[in-house]
């Protein structure tokens, strides 16, 4: 049997999110399918390396097989609901199942078709995206969703999403949660390495951690002002880091910090390198994160991995994903958001008990797991493919 992966997003030595996902699947598809040829599917038109491109390299290490088009890949996914140029025109013709790690499927794959919905995000926030490229999301999402045999989603939450935007029968999709990188996000680092890390960054011993992209979705303004609340009731509070990239209007986040004169007390690291990020983590008192909206959630999951207690909202996927085991806010309310903080920061037996639920919660979460799900479904179509099922 033959089983092709869609690697664009694997082209690149620097994996986005999402790649990381397709890594951590691909990873325990091998131990899972040792009888079934597993190829990587990409454009390389726009790599000019010799040879094959480097984030691709890896996997071929492990035993996959690849075929590349020249081609633009960019160019193909703009056209290919317009002009149906057929996938299979350059990979696949005699492939049993195509897995697509991130919403779209083109016209003309042959065998079944299964891709990921991670999110309806562009939806719920559609100021967030230019309308060309929400126009191309609409198009892309309502093809995949009618060429797909199968519908993978990150979380329940995003099931409903899916399902609620989109129109889908329900029983065309399958949950999928996410695992943890076990080999990064874990208790095991030592002192030392903390103090290098906080040193780094120029942290002080104790201090309050978000980590993710600067937007307005992930809700920072209400947690500064929460901050800034309870820093009237704690004049020791312990500082708020703001760890990661400038997003979508990031302005208004510093322009709260100087209008609440925060600066001293709320700061931003930038991004941060990917080994110092689990030391960040180890090294919080708590971990911060009153997001309004996500499809799975992951930063709360690694915060817990790495046995930091975890404060998050109440709505979306994060009560899926935290269950029991972190302080729940509601993200649209100041004085909800400031109340667990004062939990969080006064509470030392807290902590205790969330850092030890949010080890044990965290240990559920393996790709070995979300391996299986999509194993499952691969056998369920090919199941069908042999009693003729379309």
Known sequence: MKIAFESQLLMEEEKTGIGWVADGILRELMKQWPEAELQLNYFKLRNRSAGRPPGIQEYVNLGFQDVCAFFSFSLYKLIWNMVPIPYNRFFGKDTDITFFFNYYIPPGVKGKRVTIFHDMAYKVFPETVRARTKMMLDSNMVQACKRADAILTVSEFTKSEVVKYLDVNPEKITVMPLGIRRERFHTGYSEDQVIKVKEKYHLPNDYLLYLGTL???????????????????????????????????????????????????????????????????????????????????????????????????????????????????????????????RRMVQDQDLRKELTKKGIQRAETFTWTRTAGIVSDVFRKLMQDKKNGKD
């Open 215 to 341: 937007e307005p979705r992930k809700n920072i303004s209400r947690l500064i002002e929460a901050y800034a609340l309870l820093k009237q009731e704690c004049a020791d509070l312990p500082p708020l880091i703001l760890v990661g990239r400038k997003g979508w209007m990031y302005d208004e986040i510093f322009e709260k910090i100087q209008k609440l004169h925060l600066e001293s007390d709320v700061w931003s690291t930038g991004y941060a390198e990917n080994e110092d990020v689990p030391v960040l983590l180890k090294g919080a008192m708590a971990f911060v994160f009153p997001s309004i909206y996500e499809g799975f959630g992951m930063p709360p999951l690694e915060a817990m991995a790495c046995g930091t207690p975890v404060l998050t909202s109440n709505v979306s996927s994060m009560p899926e994903v935290a269950g029991d085991c972190a302080v729940l806010v509601d993200p649209f309310s100041v004085e909800s958001i400031r109340d667990g903080l």
